[in-house]
C-alpha cells in the first residue's frame, strides 16, 4: 500500500502497474510524484521547475492552447 507524502491518502498503487520514472497524481489533493523506486515504491515531490519545462516546450511546438 502506498500513501501519499503529502495528504496520506491511499494512492493504490501495484508496483507490476508502474514503472521508475512515471508520474503518478494523487487523487485526493492532486499533487503529482515521480516514481523513485519500484520495491519498495518510493516517491519523491515533481518540482514546479519540471511542469514549466512542460510548458515550455509546448509553446515550442506552436502548441497554445
Known amino acids: 500500500m502506498v500513501f501519499c ?3 496520506e ?10 514503472d521508475e520514472g512515471e508520474v503518478v497524481s494523487c487523487p485526493e489533493c492532486g499533487s503529482d510524484f515521480e ?6 515504491i518510493e ?3 515533481v518540482e514546479e521547475a519540471y511542469e514549466e519545462e ?4 509546448e509553446a515550442e511546438d506552436g502548441d497554445f492552447s
Request: proline share 12%; glycine share 0%; net charge negative.
Open 9 to 18: 491518502n491511499d494512492l493504490d498503487i501495484e508496483e507490476d502497474d508502474i
Open 35 to 40: 516514481v523513485i523506486t519500484i520495491n519498495p
Open 5 to 7: 507524502p503529502e495528504c
Open 43 to 45: 516517491l519523491k515531490p
Open 54 to 57: 512542460e510548458e515550455e516546450e
